[in-house]
């Protein structure tokens, strides 16, 4: 996702929508399944510690730490069911089932995330601070990445 922005939450945004995307990829062409899942759970994996390292401790600081909390535990519950997915048969109504579940559990702290701590980031603290969250969880997003960013 090469970027001349860093605002913060321009960066999470643009990794939302990846995600919903590749998530209808999954759903609806299961011929891209075996390919397609450890690249979508591998930008979630890294999308979620470049949150919790960089973003999440200013969002804390800012005053918005119920929020914070909560997205820590829903980031939990959307690794777990991506490890499921990636151990299921793409075939399998298991698999259905289980993205279907990953799914909802992603949207869900999307719409949270989308709806709480990002507002608060914005309303709480300046542009230059956004833009230094911003470089901040690219540098992190990109180590879980392993250099890979172009290709997600």
Do not use: C, W
């Amino acid at each position: 996702m090469p970027s001349d922005q860093t605002n913060v939450v321009d960066l999470i945004m643009q990794d939302h929508r990846e995600l919903e995307r590749m998530f209808e990829e999954l759903r609806n062409q299961p011929e891209k399944r075996r390919a397609m899942v450890p690249v979508m759970a591998t930008l979630l994996f890294a999308h979620s510690r470049a949150e919790e390292g960089e973003v999440y401790p200013a969002a804390r600081d800012a005053g918005g730490s119920e929020d914070v909390e909560h997205s820590q535990k829903e980031h939990l519950v959307a690794d777990r069911l991506a490890e499921k997915l990636g151990e299921a048969d793409p075939g399998s109504s298991e698999f259905d089932d289980l993205l279907g579940d990953l799914i909802d559990a992603v949207k869900h702290h999307l719409e949270e995330e989308e709806e709480t701590v990002l507002p608060h980031l914005l309303d709480r603290l300046r542009a230059e601070q956004l833009d230094q969250l911003g470089r901040g969880f690219l540098s992190a997003r990109e180590a879980h990445l392993g250099g890979q960013q172009e290709d997600i």
